[in-house]
C-alpha cells in the first residue's frame, strides 16, 4: 500500500515534503509517477526539493508533484538550485533564518531547496484551511496564481511560474461562506474562528451567491449596499 492509505483517514489534505532529484533517478521514474497520481486522486499534495546541484531536471512540471526551486533574497536563482521544465516554482531558499540545534532557544540561517520546500507546502496548507473544501489541484493553481513572475515573462525553465506570494495566493481564493466580526481584533481569514472585522471586506471575499454571516452586533453603516448578489444570515453572540 501507499503511505496516502495511512495519511489520508480523517483527513482532507495531506502535504509531503520530498525531493525530487532522488525521485529523478531512471529506475524510479515510472514507480514514482504511478505513486504520485494514485496519491493526488487520493486528494494529497505533493511538495519536492528541487535539489541543490545547479542541474537541470527535465520532465514535465504539469505532473502530481510541486517541485520547487530556491531564490535568494533578491529575488535570483540560487546558484545551487536545480532548474529546468521539471521545475514548478520557487521559493527563498538562501539564508532562511530558522531554529537551529544549538539549543533550545537557537537560531541560525540555513540554505537549500529544502527550506524552499517546506515554505511552500506551508502556503499551500494555509490556501487549504482559508477554504478545506479545496481539492489539491485546486490549491497548486492557487499556488500558481499567485506567484511573484520573475525572470522572462510567463512561465519559463529557470523560475517556472515565478516565486511564492503568499498574499496574492489568498486573495485569490473566493469563500461560499465568510463571517464578519467587528469586534474581532486578531487575524482574519474570513472563517468562523478568524473573521473579518469589517462588512466590506466581506463582501469582497465572498463568492456571488455566497453567504454573509454577521455576528450580532456587528457595525453595518446605513444604508447598507451590497453590489452582487450573497445571502446575509446573522449569528448569536
Same mark, same amino acid.
Given at each position: 500500500?501507499?503511505?496516502?492509505?495511512?495519511?489520508?483517514?480523517?483527513?482532507?489534505?495531506?502535504?509531503?515534503?520530498?525531493?525530487?532529484?532522488?525521485?529523478?533517478?531512471?529506475?524510479?521514474?515510472?514507480?514514482?509517477?504511478?505513486?504520485?497520481?494514485?496519491?493526488?486522486?487520493?486528494?494529497?499534495?505533493?511538495?519536492?526539493?528541487?535539489?541543490?546541484?545547479?542541474?537541470?531536471?527535465?520532465?514535465?512540471?504539469?505532473?502530481?508533484?510541486?517541485?520547487?526551486?530556491?531564490?535568494?533574497?533578491?529575488?535570483?536563482?540560487?546558484?545551487?538550485?536545480?532548474?529546468?521544465?521539471?521545475?514548478?516554482?520557487?521559493?527563498?531558499?538562501?539564508?532562511?533564518?530558522?531554529?537551529?540545534?544549538?539549543?533550545?532557544?537557537?537560531?541560525?540561517?540555513? #540554505?537549500?531547496?529544502?527550506?524552499?520546500?517546506?515554505?511552500?507546502?506551508?502556503?499551500?496548507?494555509?490556501?487549504?484551511?482559508?477554504?478545506?473544501?479545496?481539492?489539491?489541484?485546486?490549491?497548486?493553481?492557487?499556488?500558481?496564481?499567485?506567484?511573484?513572475?520573475?525572470?522572462?515573462?510567463?512561465?519559463?525553465? #529557470?523560475?517556472?511560474?515565478?516565486?511564492?506570494?503568499?498574499?496574492?495566493?489568498?486573495?485569490?481564493?473566493?469563500?461560499?461562506?465568510?463571517?464578519?466580526?467587528?469586534?474581532?481584533?486578531?487575524?482574519?481569514?474570513?472563517?468562523?474562528?478568524?473573521?473579518?472585522? #469589517?462588512? #466590506?471586506?466581506?463582501?469582497?471575499?465572498?463568492?456571488?451567491?455566497?453567504?454573509?454571516?454577521?455576528?450580532?452586533?456587528?457595525?453595518?453603516?446605513?444604508?447598507?449596499?451590497?453590489?452582487?448578489?450573497?445571502?446575509?444570515?446573522?449569528?448569536?453572540?
Amino acid at each position: 500500500p501507499y503511505r496516502a492509505d495511512f495519511y489520508l483517514p480523517g483527513f482532507d489534505l495531506v502535504i509531503e515534503c520530498d525531493g525530487a532529484a532522488w525521485h529523478g533517478r531512471p529506475h524510479q521514474k515510472v514507480r514514482d509517477r504511478r505513486r504520485d497520481a494514485y496519491m493526488r486522486a487520493r486528494g494529497a499534495l505533493l511538495v519536492w526539493a528541487a535539489g541543490n546541484d545547479g542541474a537541470i531536471l527535465n520532465g514535465n512540471r504539469n505532473d502530481n508533484v510541486i517541485v520547487v526551486g530556491a531564490t535568494t533574497s533578491s529575488d535570483a536563482l540560487a546558484s545551487f538550485s536545480n532548474r529546468g521544465p521539471f521545475v514548478d516554482l520557487v521559493a527563498p531558499g538562501q539564508d532562511v533564518f530558522t531554529t537551529s540545534n544549538g539549543g533550545d532557544n537557537s537560531y541560525g540561517t540555513a #540554505t537549500g531547496t529544502s527550506f524552499s520546500c517546506p515554505l511552500t507546502a506551508g502556503l499551500c496548507a494555509l490556501i487549504f484551511s482559508y477554504d478545506p473544501s479545496l481539492t489539491a489541484a485546486e490549491v497548486e493553481t492557487l499556488l500558481r496564481s499567485g506567484c511573484d513572475d520573475l525572470g522572462s515573462a510567463g512561465v519559463d525553465d #529557470t523560475f517556472g511560474h515565478g516565486r511564492i506570494d503568499v498574499r496574492q495566493s489568498l486573495e485569490g481564493i473566493v469563500l461560499t461562506t465568510v463571517y464578519v466580526d467587528c469586534a474581532y481584533s486578531g487575524p482574519e481569514s474570513g472563517t468562523f474562528d478568524q473573521p473579518f472585522n #469589517t462588512v #466590506t471586506e466581506g463582501v469582497q471575499a465572498v463568492a456571488v451567491g455566497g453567504t454573509l454571516i454577521l455576528k450580532a452586533g456587528t457595525c453595518v453603516a446605513s444604508p447598507l449596499t451590497i453590489s452582487k448578489a450573497l445571502v446575509l444570515q446573522s449569528t448569536g453572540g
